[in-house]
């Protein structure tokens, strides 16, 4: 099992930045690829990042240049840095883990608000 604690969401003005992080417990050692996961209101939960474990990144296409994914393995936790953020980037940001034996586990999400 892993679990994963997702922090740093918040109430932000159009144009601020915020750094989101998932810290990661249990079986770190199966993880390969952690991604980053929104759901605005309504919406499916789309894919916003993902990083693997050597560090290669990949995103939405919409939100390259804006928003940067990295990882630290010592510390078992991924980043999202948000910034020139908008506010139709409003939504609950998710965090997931990939193990290497194709398993997914989640985070319970944390609310990220962008005023106008």
């Known amino acids: 099992q892993v679990q994963l604690v997702e922090s740093g969401g918040g109430l932000v003005q159009a144009g601020g930045s915020l750094r989101l992080s998932c810290a990661a417990s249990g079986r770190v050692f199966d993880l390969e690829a952690m991604d980053w996961y929104r759901q605005a209101p309504g919406k499916q939960r789309d894919l916003v990042a993902s990083?693997?474990?050597?560090?290669?990144?990949t995103y939405a296409d919409s939100l390259k240049g804006r928003f940067t994914i990295s990882r630290d393995n010592a510390k078992n936790t991924v980043y999202l840095q948000m910034n020139e953020l908008k506010p139709e980037d409003t939504a609950v940001y998710y965090c997931?883990?990939?193990?290497?034996?194709?398993?997914?586990?989640w985070g319970r999400g944390t609310q990220v608000t962008v005023s106008s």
């Open positions: 997931r883990a990939d193990t290497r034996y194709n398993s997914h586990y």
């Open positions: 990083i693997t474990r050597g560090g290669s990144s």
